[in-house]
T-cell receptor, first 116, second 115 residues
Framework: GAVVSQHPSRVICKSGTSVKIECRSL??????MFWYRQFPKQSLMLMAT?????????EQGVEKDKFLINHASLTLSTLTVTSAHPEDSSFYIC????????????FGPGTRLLVL | AQKVTQAQTEISVVEKEDVTLDCVYE???????LFWYKQPPSGELVFLIR??????QNEISGRYSWNFQKSTSSFNFTITASQVVDSAVYFC????????????FGQGTTLQVKP
């Protein structure tokens, strides 16, 4: 099956710093990547959709200057949380679709961010 | 508007019992896809199945089976002879063709299988 990796798996940072999370499709070319945020005991909330080589499309209410998304290649997308604050602490999950199965999103293992 | 409803917030069963997780969806599209994902305590979402709107055939994969009924807009998931390893949060999701593949998730059902 399609494999998506995410790095780092956990990160603790001080308030005001920026954190970069990488999402890679390991065995297929991901034409589209998605970034989600999940709070404890809640469902996934889509933050943005990114297509390789173009600007990300952000969901309503998601600050694009706060959550910078780059999809520079068909196997890599990055999410940078700029000037992180404690309220940004959450579980961030990426997914990718592409290759032979365009309709299914395959998810990475997620990144737990804790901002002190 | 698109919507996915998983009315069961939490289910607890004893090992070897059968359990059905309900999923009801709403969409205006005639072409759409339905999914089930499993999220174990580790956090990663594991893809279980995808069904397109034109294929109402039920599917069985080992102890897992899915019942898709367009007449009732439901896509239910049954685990037969449940095991402790089945304990997880299960999400049902909907994707519309015209919506660039975005997934609309249900709220999830937490399944606890006790030994």
């Amino acid at each position: 099956g399609a494999v998506v990796s995410q790095h780092p798996s956990r990160v603790i940072c001080k308030s005001g710093t920026s954190v970069k999370i990488e999402c890679r499709s390991l065995d297929f070319q991901a034409t589209t990547m998605f970034w989600y945020r999940q709070f404890p005991k809640q469902s996934l909330m889509l933050m943005a959709t990114s297509n390789e080589g173009s600007k990300a499309t952000y969901e309503q209410g998601v600050e694009k200057d706060k959550f910078l998304i780059n999809h520079a290649s068909l196997t890599l997308s990055t999410l940078t949380v700029t000037s992180a604050h404690p309220e940004d602490s959450s579980f961030y999950i990426c997914s990718a679709s592409g290759g032979a199965d365009q309709e299914t999103q395959y998810f990475g293992p997620g990144t737990r961010l804790l901002v002190l | 508007a698109q919507k996915v409803t998983q009315a069961q917030t939490e289910i607890s069963v004893v090992e070897k019992e059968d359990v059905t997780l309900d999923c009801v969806y709403e969409t205006r599209d005639t072409t759409y896809y339905l999914f089930w994902y499993k999220q174990p305590p580790s956090g990663e979402l594991v893809f279980l199945i995808r069904r397109n709107s034109f294929d109402e055939q039920n599917e069985i994969s080992g102890r897992y089976s899915w019942n898709f009924q367009k007449s009732t807009s439901s896509f239910n998931f049954t685990i037969t002879a449940s095991q402790v390893v089945d304990s997880a949060v299960y999400f049902c999701a909907l994707s519309e063709r015209r919506n660039t593949g975005k997934l609309i998730f249900g709220q999830g059902t937490t399944l606890q299988v006790k030994p």
